[in-house]
């Protein structure tokens, strides 16, 4: 159920600048991580922000505008907090619809070609456990490697993606200094962007 001082259903924003920020976070209402990370991708100019979950509770996803938005922007960023390994379900609805064959991948499938993919993630693991001989026993780049190749079977570029880890211990400074890190990670990567 929607928290009630949610905004009502929204319709995806009409393209701003040269980044799309794609938020999923099923609860942003109680979310301390994404809730200051979209903060701080709002204040950089040329970034789009598209809270899928305000968009499409339903899940009823509108692929030709999800398209439209992918095709407008030169950098996509998926952010999300980390979901069982992965990201929240809405955002492999997103992934299932919108990256069709003969558009995102396959003959003619060219729309994507050249842009580039950043995953802006949050975790409750601390970053010890994102290790070999940690509790997740994998690193995050490991476990990120489907969003890797998909972004490598659409032709697209592949960022480091930007991590924070262990989102509830860390105090307001850590995630104030996130916020920073984000702001500036998204600026650096406009700035490398090929015109036009
Ligand atoms: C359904 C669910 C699954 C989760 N799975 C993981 C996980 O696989 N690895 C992990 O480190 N944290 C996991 N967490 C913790 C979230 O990643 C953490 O609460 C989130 O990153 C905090 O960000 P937020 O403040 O924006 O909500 C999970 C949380 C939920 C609710």
Known sequence: MRHPTRPAFRAPPTPTGRALVLLAHPTLHRSRGNAALITAARSVEGVTVHDLYDCYPDFDVDTEREQQ????????????????????????QWLDLVLEFGWAYGPGGLALEGKTLLCALTTGGGEGAYKPDGSNRFTIDELLRPFEQTAHLCKMRWAEPFVVYGVHREEASILAEAKRQYAERLRSLLAGLETP
Do not use: C, G, N, T
């Open 69 to 92: 938005l992918l095709a407008a922007h030169p950098l996509i960023v998926l952010q999300f907090p980390f979901y069982w390994y992965s990201a929240p379900a809405l955002m492999k």
